[in-house]
C-alpha cells in the first residue's frame, strides 16, 4: 500500500474475532503491517494471565485458585506489555514460546472465562486501543471490547483446517503435539470461549463474515482491502 493511501485510511479499529486456529492473529499482523497500523493480540493477554497463574501455583490438579488469582492481579497487578516482533512480556521477560504451549492452551479458556480477568484485560485493551489505527483480534472484541469497532470481520475455517494449521504451528516451533490432542483442545476452547457467562465469542452483527478454509494469506489481505476502501471510498489500485 502507498504511504498516501495508508495516510488516507482513517484512526479506525479494526476487530478481528473468530474461532481458535482460524488465522486471525496472521491475518491481523499482515493487514496492520500493510495499513501501518498497531497490531494488538487479545488472545495474548489471557495466555499470559494463565501462565502467571500457573507458575504462581494457582493452577493445581486441573483447579484454578481464582481467589488467589484475582487478589494477585488486584494487589500487584501484572506488566503484560508487547515488544519487537510483537512477542508478548511480562515485565522484561519474554514469554512468548510459554505462552504457545499446549498446557498454557489447556486452561487459558477457563481461566479467560473469569469475569475479573476479562475486566484486568479490557482495562488495558482500552488503554492502548483508544486512539485507533490498531488492528485487534480475538474473540469478544467487536461484540464487547470495542463494539463501536468501524470494522470488524468474523473468520472461520473448518475444523479439520484449523487443526491442521495449530499442529502445523507447534511442530513449526519444536513443540509438537499430537494431532487428536491439537483437535480435542481447539474443540474443548471453542465450547468453553462461546458459551461462558461473560462475554462469550460471538459473531457481531455488523461484521463481515471470512471463512478462509480455501483461501491464501494473499487472498484474504486483498479482501479486507477491498472492504476498506469500499467503506472509505478510497479510489486507488489496490
Ligand atoms: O487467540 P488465542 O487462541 O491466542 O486465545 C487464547 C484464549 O484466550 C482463547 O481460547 C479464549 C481467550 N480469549 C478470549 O476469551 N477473549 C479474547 N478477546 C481473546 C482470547
Given at each position: 500500500m502507498?504511504?498516501?493511501?495508508?495516510?488516507?485510511?482513517p484512526?479506525?479499529?479494526?476487530?478481528?474475532d473468530?474461532?481458535?486456529a482460524?488465522?486471525k492473529s496472521?491475518l491481523?499482523?499482515?493487514?496492520?503491517s500493510d495499513?501501518?497500523?498497531t497490531y494488538?493480540?487479545?488472545?495474548?493477554?489471557?495466555?499470559?494471565?494463565t501462565l502467571f497463574?500457573?507458575?504462581?501455583?494457582?493452577?493445581?490438579?486441573?483447579?484454578?485458585?481464582a481467589?488467589?488469582l484475582?487478589k494477585a492481579?488486584e494487589?500487584?497487578?501484572?506488566?503484560?506489555?508487547f515488544?519487537?516482533?510483537?512477542?508478548t512480556f511480562i515485565?522484561e521477560r519474554?514469554?512468548e514460546?510459554?505462552?504457545r504451549?499446549?498446557e498454557?492452551?489447556?486452561?487459558v479458556s477457563?481461566?479467560?472465562a473469569l469475569a475479573?480477568?476479562?475486566?484486568f484485560v479490557?482495562?488495558?485493551?482500552?488503554?492502548?486501543?483508544?486512539?485507533?489505527?490498531?488492528?485487534?483480534?480475538?474473540?469478544?472484541?467487536?461484540?464487547a471490547?470495542?463494539?463501536?469497532?468501524?470494522?470488524k470481520?468474523f473468520?472461520t475455517?473448518?475444523?479439520?483446517?484449523r487443526?491442521?494449521?495449530?499442529y502445523d504451528?507447534?511442530?513449526?516451533k519444536?513443540?509438537?503435539s499430537p494431532?487428536?490432542?491439537v483437535m480435542?483442545n481447539?474443540?474443548e476452547r471453542?465450547?468453553i470461549?462461546?458459551h461462558?457467562?461473560?462475554?462469550?465469542?460471538?459473531?457481531?452483527?455488523?461484521?463481515?463474515?471470512?471463512?478462509?478454509?480455501?483461501?491464501?494469506?494473499?487472498?484474504?489481505?486483498?479482501?479486507?482491502?477491498?472492504?476498506?476502501?469500499?467503506?472509505?471510498q478510497?479510489?486507488?489500485?489496490i
Amino acid at each position: 500500500m502507498t504511504k498516501e493511501t495508508m495516510n488516507a485510511i482513517p484512526d479506525i479499529i479494526i476487530a478481528i474475532d473468530g474461532y481458535s486456529a482460524t488465522g486471525k492473529s496472521t491475518l491481523a499482523k499482515l493487514i496492520a503491517s500493510d495499513f501501518g497500523f498497531t497490531y494488538l493480540d487479545s488472545g495474548a493477554m489471557y495466555r499470559a494471565v494463565t501462565l502467571f497463574a500457573m507458575e504462581s501455583g494457582y493452577v493445581k490438579g486441573g483447579e484454578i485458585d481464582a481467589q488467589a488469582l484475582r487478589k494477585a492481579l488486584e494487589t500487584d497487578g501484572l506488566d503484560i506489555r508487547f515488544g519487537a516482533e510483537n512477542h508478548t512480556f511480562i515485565g522484561e521477560r519474554c514469554i512468548e514460546k510459554e505462552i504457545r504451549s499446549m498446557e498454557v492452551s489447556s486452561y487459558v479458556s477457563p481461566v479467560a472465562a473469569l469475569a475479573f480477568v476479562r475486566a484486568f484485560v479490557d482495562e488495558k485493551l482500552h488503554a492502548w486501543g483508544r486512539q485507533g489505527r490498531v488492528v485487534m483480534d480475538g474473540r469478544d472484541i467487536g461484540t464487547a471490547v470495542f463494539p463501536d469497532a468501524q470494522l470488524k470481520l468474523f473468520v472461520t475455517a473448518s475444523d479439520q483446517v484449523r487443526a491442521q494449521r495449530r499442529y502445523d504451528e507447534l511442530v513449526s516451533k519444536g513443540q509438537p503435539s499430537p494431532m487428536e490432542e491439537v483437535m480435542k483442545n481447539l474443540k474443548e476452547r471453542d465450547y468453553i470461549d462461546s458459551h461462558r457467562e461473560t462475554n462469550p465469542l460471538r459473531q457481531a452483527k455488523d461484521a463481515f463474515v471470512l471463512d478462509n478454509s480455501d483461501m491464501n494469506l494473499h487472498e484474504e489481505l486483498v479482501w479486507v482491502k477491498g472492504l476498506v476502501m469500499g467503506r472509505f471510498q478510497i479510489f486507488e489500485s489496490i
